[in-house]
């Protein structure tokens, strides 16, 4: 954001942004032009799984009865998902699943968290496909546990015959279907995609619009300090934004394993 920034002040980027602003060249120096497979954001993915890895392991390498900082920082997340996420949604038989909703939750908290990391200032969510990547590994998760639960026969009999007439189910078969196997590894997507690139994209036209502003006219000073203004009011709404979704994110994962485990519709 801040190079953009700069280069709109010299007057030789456009405004406002667009789409294809979000597609980073290649940071590789052997990288060919228009080569897209490594990337700033592909980077960040990297710096957030390491960064995940090392301070899990830093935190639990000589576990204390009376916990260092890091020990309790690590106990307190996996500790909250597990109790408010995994049990609460799940039951007792959620506390298995509870180390994958703690990875997920992290994950999807540190590389939203990237949006407004000086230096970053991106988060990869706001690119479609790694929140369609999260949303496909909850989709085999939940829908692996359920025929392991159940049996494929019933699996698919609980998920998609409701307690009806049987003369309205030919109607809620396909409805069912849809929601069931369709609709929610898509919502799931989306969602967090579309809250994560809205919210870039309105830093980068409150950010860039400053510059803007100030570059056309020096009258206009005032109101470009004005927009800048609003970029800090709008990071902290993001910040909210950011934690929001990642819990969002990982309680709808938790919703439909319970979906999945359920004896009955």
């Given at each position: 954001?801040?190079?953009?920034?700069?280069?709109?002040?010299?007057?030789?980027?456009?405004?406002?942004?667009?789409?294809?602003?979000?597609?980073?060249?290649?940071?590789?120096?052997?990288?060919?032009?228009?080569?897209?497979?490594?990337?700033?954001?592909?980077?960040?993915?990297?710096?957030?799984?390491?960064?995940?890895?090392?301070?899990?392991?830093?935190?639990?390498?000589?576990?204390?009865?009376?916990?260092?900082?890091?020990?309790?920082?690590?106990?307190?997340?996996?500790?909250?998902?597990?109790?408010?996420?995994?049990?609460?949604?799940?039951?007792?038989?959620?506390?298995?699943?509870?180390?994958?909703?703690?990875?997920?939750?992290?994950?999807?908290?540190?590389?939203?968290?990237?949006?407004?990391?000086?230096?970053?200032?991106?988060?990869?969510?706001?690119?479609?496909?790694?929140?369609?990547?999260?949303?496909?590994?909850?989709?085999?998760?939940?829908?692996?546990?359920?025929?392991?639960?159940?049996?494929?026969?019933?699996?698919?009999?609980?998920?998609?015959i409701p307690p009806a007439p049987w003369?309205?189910?030919?109607?809620?078969?396909?409805?069912?279907?849809?929601?069931?196997?369709?609709?929610?590894?898509?919502?799931?997507?989306?969602?967090?995609?579309?809250?994560?690139?809205?919210?870039?994209?309105?830093?980068?036209?409150?950010?860039?619009?400053?510059?803007?502003?100030?570059?056309?006219?020096?009258?206009?000073?005032?109101?470009?300090?004005?927009?800048?203004?609003?970029?800090?009011?709008?990071?902290?709404?993001?910040?909210?934004?950011?934690?929001?979704?990642?819990?969002?994110?990982?309680?709808?994962?938790?919703?439909?394993?319970?979906?999945?485990?359920?004896?009955?519709?």
């Open positions: 954001m801040f190079g953009q920034a700069n280069v709109l002040a010299q007057g030789q980027a456009e405004f406002p942004p667009k789409v294809g602003d979000f597609y980073l060249p290649s940071i590789l120096p052997w990288g060919a032009e228009n080569s897209y497979w490594f990337t700033k954001i592909t980077a960040m993915v990297w710096i957030a799984v390491g960064v995940l890895i090392i301070f899990f392991l830093a935190s639990y390498r000589n576990p204390q009865l009376v916990p260092t900082k890091k020990q309790w920082f690590a106990e307190s997340i996996y500790g909250f998902v597990r109790n408010n996420i995994a049990v609460d949604m799940i039951g007792h038989a959620g506390v298995r699943f509870a180390p994958y909703f703690t990875t997920l939750f992290c994950f999807v908290l540190l590389t939203n968290a990237f949006a407004i990391i000086p230096f970053f200032q991106i988060s990869p969510n706001s690119h479609i496909a790694f929140p369609a990547f999260l949303a496909v590994i909850s989709y085999v998760l939940f829908n692996y546990i359920g025929i392991r639960h159940h049996g494929f026969v019933k699996y698919f009999k609980n998920s998609l003369y309205i189910l030919p109607l809620l078969i396909p409805i069912e279907f849809f929601s069931t196997f369709l609709v929610r590894p898509f919502s799931l997507a989306v969602r967090l995609f579309a809250n994560m690139f809205a919210g870039h994209m309105l830093l980068l036209v409150f950010t860039l619009g400053g510059f803007a502003m100030l570059s056309a006219n020096a009258w206009l000073a005032p109101v470009s300090v004005l927009s800048w203004v609003m970029t800090i009011a709008l990071t902290f709404l993001e910040f909210l934004v950011i934690v929001l979704q990642a819990y969002v994110f990982t309680v709808l994962t938790a919703s439909y394993v319970q979906g999945a485990l359920a004896e009955e519709h």
